[in-house]
């Protein structure tokens, strides 16, 4: 799933997302159960509401979450996404990962996705790519690779990582780091 969607086609979303499902070709009869896969990726994504909307009347969010269930009804093994929470607000956000953590979990697939926002990252990755200087600079368990010694190194901020009254690891940004600091 690209970055940036692009949705212009004058097709609401159910369509869209009818028409992903068929882009693997069989013809353009639909089936019972793939009119079930339709109905239960928009009721996985929460935008059951919006299928009679058209394309380009939805907002940037939505039309992401709109691409993001043209992936899933396809029922895709392996799963690349580009910054897939970027247009969305925090409730969506934390909804569309839960919903695809959820499909991972419940599919078997692999998910591989790219984010900035690393309490997301700690939030719902199990296995993290610390990427940057045109090279892999780690990868393994996320909580070994986001230390604050590998943030800093990363994006040039100090850093805690600490756990929250439920026990989950959020990163917790001090300050630029004084070799990244710019002269005022």
């Known amino acids: 799933m690209p970055q940036d969607t692009g949705m212009n086609a004058a097709l ?54 709109v691409s993001i269930a043209q992936t899933l009804v396809t029922r895709p093994r392996v799963i690349l996404m580009d910054e897939p929470t970027s247009a969305l607000d925090l409730y969506r956000q934390y909804e569309v990962l839960e919903a695809l953590q959820s499909y991972a979990a419940e599919s078997g697939a692999v998910m591989i996705l790219a984010l900035h926002d690393l309490n997301q990252v700690m ?36 850093s805690r990582v600490e756990r929250c009254s439920r026990g989950c690891a959020m990163m917790i940004v001090d300050g630029p780091a004084e070799s990244k600091r710019v002269a005022v």
């Open 12 to 65: 609401t979303v159910y369509e869209s997302i009818i028409l992903a499902l068929k882009q693997g070709g069989g013809g353009w009869r639909l089936s019972a159960s793939e009119l079930t896969a339709v109905n239960d990726v928009l009721a996985r994504l929460g935008i059951t509401a919006l299928a009679e909307r058209q394309l380009p009347e939805l907002s940037g969010g939505q039309r992401q979450v």
């Open 123 to 158: 939030r719902c990755s199990t296995t993290t790519i610390a990427l940057g200087e045109g090279s892999i600079l780690a990868t393994g368990p996320t909580l070994e690779i986001l230390t604050p010694a590998m943030i800093r190194r990363l994006y040039g901020i100090n």
